[in-house]
């Protein structure tokens, strides 16, 4: 064994250490408030470095808050083997006891049922508009009020309160996911009473303290937290759906990927996940571990520059697209573990597919080309970043520089270091052409149009703009789910197949990896595990 890989294999077995301490600390009774339950270790690509469901990080924000946070209603919890998302008309209470609409469906009334906090402090009326005022003046990122806005929020005056349990949310242009977009962890309703204990003149809505503490009505609390390393949760006693068999959870960073594959294989964790494609395939060959799947419509995407020639010209976006095998890239890059994109809309959404499939086709490619004058092709920049795709961006840029180069398009690679350097250039509109995915954090086909294709959308950065895709995804969102909607999902779709305002390669899909013993989990539609489902046997 040479001197590098024995190196790798002592971290790696420091890891499974610190883990497999972890997990016996985690079921300490004398260190619970929740009491000697199960405990369950999870060994992630990263840990947040807040708790602050207003300072989004991510996969591991998402993977993570909604385990902590206590939400007005959530999406029931699915079958098990779900093969689609939840729709809008899938929610049910969960803080609320129960909401009803008025006939214009501008006011959503709702009734808090009786619950407490972590800190023994009962839900009100005061801890909903506390909360609510918070994503509204937030200082960070405002993803709460941009969910606001999108689900059709008056957001100048969002809640008045009638009283300790009731109050009314005030909609100004109500629409099909005015409510669902309360499901998400984004609208977390804070314990204000404790909040406001930690607040400053400086801090009023207790930013500080909450990044590294929970206050919260939800499933688990925070027990210990060193930011970007480790959390530790344990039950929340006071939950009202009573306590879970998994009462103690630590999640712990395991930046390098061979050591997640150490630890999964090694049996020392739970649940590990973001595996490399290559070691899903290995992981589901060894019969050790139970690979699951969850539901989460991810499309990995060519984004052209609409503002840069020959990106402006619709027939040359054409020819890229007909130039691509997504074939070859699925079962190359992705071993397997993603599906080829047909069209713009997600499998996972259950919508009716386009009429006409994205295909691979290097003679109409070339024909394109030429009829928009370049018929020997032209010279073009991708760029790309493994923060913001992932791991196998640069094997996927690879394999699109080979396929373009058959229809004369002459890729130049850029591998762009820095996430941050990279997200500066999109918005600054100093790149040609990049690598993406679209990641919607509603679940939603009229939230994901919104964000990704509408004009002036929040990730809209290819300066896309049609009257047609904003007019239908307008009506998309203004449309309850049913037969009617579907109809106008398949109309956007059809159209944007035509129109190409970017280039879809691949339908993600997301994993992971549990041991054996471990049952329970369903996919819900925000892309995690609950942990309140698991049971370790």
């Given at each position: 064994m040479g001197i590098r890989s024995v190196r790798l294999r002592a971290v790696a077995l420091l890891a499974?250490?610190?883990?497999?301490?972890?997990?016996?600390?985690?079921?300490?009774?004398?260190?619970?408030?929740?009491?000697?339950?199960?405990?369950?270790?999870?060994?992630?690509?990263?840990?947040?470095?807040?708790?602050?469901?207003?300072?989004?990080?991510?996969?591991?924000?998402?993977?993570?808050?909604?385990?902590?946070?206590?939400?007005?209603?959530?999406?029931?919890?699915?079958?098990?083997?779900?093969?689609?998302?939840?729709?809008?008309?899938?929610?049910?209470?969960?803080?609320?006891?129960?909401?009803?609409?008025?006939?214009?469906?501008?006011?959503?009334?709702?009734?808090?049922?009786?619950?407490?906090?972590?800190?023994?402090?009962?839900?009100?009326?005061?801890?909903?508009?506390?909360?609510?005022d918070r994503m509204v003046n937030s200082t960070g990122v405002p993803i709460a009020k941009i969910l606001m806005g999108i689900g059709g929020w008056d957001t100048a005056n969002p809640i008045t309160v009638t009283d300790a349990r009731n109050f009314t949310i005030n909609v100004a242009k109500p629409n099909a996911v005015s409510v669902s977009i309360l499901s998400t962890f984004f609208m977390t309703i804070y314990d204000s009473v404790e909040a406001k204990k930690h607040a400053t003149a400086d801090d009023p809505y207790a930013y500080k303290w909450l990044a590294e503490n929970t206050a919260t009505f939800g499933p688990y609390q925070v027990r210990s937290f060193d930011p970007g390393k480790e959390v530790r949760l344990t039950a929340n006693k006071n939950y009202f759906r009573g306590m879970p068999k998994v009462t103690d959870v630590v999640v712990r960073a395991v930046a390098d990927t061979?050591?997640?594959?150490?630890?999964?294989?090694?049996?020392?964790?739970?649940?590990?996940?973001?595996?490399?494609?290559?070691?899903?395939?290995?992981?589901e060959k060894s019969g050790d571990v139970r690979l699951e799947r969850v539901l989460y419509p991810n499309i990995d995407v060519l984004v052209p520059n609409l503002k840069a020639k020959p990106f402006d010209d619709k027939r040359v976006r054409e020819a890229i697209s007909y130039a691509v095998d997504r074939k070859a890239i699925v079962d190359s890059a992705y071993q397997g573990f993603a599906t080829p994109s047909a069209d713009y809309i997600h499998d996972d959404f259950g919508a009716p597919a386009a009429g006409q499939s994205l295909t691979h086709n290097i003679d109409r490619a070339k024909q394109l080309l030429a009829e928009a004058g370049l018929p020997n092709g032209f010279p073009m920049e991708l760029a790309y970043n493994a923060a913001n795709v992932g791991a196998h961006s640069e094997q996927v840029a690879v394999l699109l520089r080979s396929q373009l180069a058959k229809v004369g398009i002459d890729v130049k690679l850029n591998n762009v270091a820095s996430g941050a350097d990279f997200d500066t250039a999109k918005r600054e509109g100093k790149l040609q052409t990049w690598l993406a995915t679209s990641t919607p954090l509603v679940p939603d086909p009229a939230y994901y149009l919104q964000v990704f294709y509408s004009t002036g959308g929040l990730t809209n950065l290819q300066n896309y703009s049609s009257p047609t895709v904003d007019g239908l995804s307008r009506q998309i969102l203004e449309t309850q789910p049913g037969a009617e909607r579907e109809a106008l999902v398949k109309q956007v779709n059809d159209f944007m197949v035509s129109d190409m305002p970017a280039v879809p390669l691949v339908d993600g899909q997301k994993y992971y990896i549990f041991k054996k013993n471990v049952t329970g989990f369903v996919s819900y539609s925000q892309g995690h595990v609950n942990y309140y489902d698991i049971t370790v046997s």
């Open positions: 499974v250490a610190s883990l497999t301490l972890a997990a016996c600390s985690g079921n300490d009774a004398e260190e619970s408030d929740a009491g000697t339950g199960q405990a369950l270790t999870i060994a992630a690509p990263g840990v947040v470095s807040s708790l602050d469901s207003e300072r989004y990080q991510g996969f591991i924000s998402i993977d993570l808050l909604p385990n902590t946070a206590g939400t007005l209603v959530r999406f029931k919890k699915p079958e098990a083997g779900a093969t689609t998302l939840q729709t809008p008309d899938q929610i049910e209470p969960e803080l609320a006891e129960s909401w009803k609409l008025s006939e214009d469906r501008k006011q959503m009334s709702f009734t808090l049922r009786e619950a407490k906090s972590q800190f023994d402090n009962p839900l009100t009326s005061d801890d909903v508009k506390w909360s609510v061979s050591n997640r594959l150490q630890l999964a294989q090694s049996g020392q964790v739970d649940i590990a996940s973001a595996m490399t494609f290559d070691q899903l395939s290995s992981l």
